[in-house]
């Protein structure tokens, strides 16, 4: 099967941590909204505050970047954001497309967040013959027949998948022999890549699981037992919930938690 392009981000020929690219985007966002209210500058504190971390962190994977600050001033928040934007890829245009529109599909194509940060939907594939040249978000579906010539036209690299679980491994094949280096996961399945290629899952009921499972624990925590906490164990589930709870909650291919979509 062949690997595709080899579009590599210039973040890991500079030895950038892999944690470190995952919370740039969290600081490009709280920098954007810095930059639409012209605030010219930004203490590590304020913008570690306003991306969900602690400002040591702020600093060490600033530091990646070759980006200390000015003692006393802060950061020059018009800068970070060029320079973030730069490390991610983001100034340059990403055409993406989308296989699989159906409702989530169709919530993606129409979500405006990608324009915005540097990516072109620049195709809507579906396998369904009757949704063959509807506009959705604007933009006519093609049939997956056309998959391969899509890719190859539009000189695409990222690809969406929002397919049923069934098909989502079939589609990624296919993607991969295209071109496609760079996949977002959106179907409950692990999908399987050849080296040089990069998948991100985004599971929606696994995040609502694990919020379940800290739901659990303070309710736990709020409610002991007379005379102190309960230490009788749980009544084990019956072996068909588990199964079902467990089904399409297997971690990424790089162990990560699933990341959710950015606002």
């Not at 506009?135 to 998959?147: E, F, K």
């Amino acid at each position: 099967m062949a690997t595709g392009r080899t579009h590599r981000p210039a973040t890991r020929s500079r030895g950038i941590p892999e944690a470190t690219v995952a919370r740039l985007p969290l600081y490009l966002r709280a920098l954007t909204a810095l930059s639409e209210r012209s605030v010219p500058t930004v203490s590590s504190e304020e913008l570690a505050a306003a991306a969900g971390v602690n400002s040591a962190k702020l600093r060490k994977d600033f530091s990646y970047l070759g980006s200390y600050g000015t003692r006393g001033v802060g950061y020059d928040v018009e800068y970070l954001v060029y320079q973030i934007s730069r490390e991610l890829g983001l100034t340059q245009d990403w055409p993406v497309v989308i296989v699989g529109i159906g409702n989530l599909g169709a919530a993606l194509a129409n979500y405006g967040g990608f324009a915005s940060r540097g990516f072109r939907v620049a195709a809507l594939i579906d396998a369904d013959p009757s949704m063959a040249g509807k506009p959705v978000a604007g933009i006519p579906v093609q049939h997956t027949d056309d998959l391969e010539m899509i890719i190859e036209e539009n000189g695409v690299s990222i690809g969406v998948i929002a397919t049923p679980a069934g098909a989502a491994q079939q589609v990624c094949d296919r993607l991969v022999a295209a071109g496609v280096t760079s996949i977002l996961n959106f179907a409950p399945t692990v999908l399987s890549v050849p080296d040089g290629v990069d998948v991100r899952k985004v599971d929606l009921s696994i995040e609502l699981q694990i919020l379940a499972f800290h739901e659990q624990r303070k309710a736990g925590e709020e409610t002991p037992g007379e005379g102190g906490a309960d230490t009788t164990p749980p009544a084990a589930p019956p072996a068909a919930a588990v199964r079902r709870r467990g089904e399409g909650t297997e971690p990424g291919p790089d162990g990560d938690v699933p990341a959710v979509m950015p606002a």
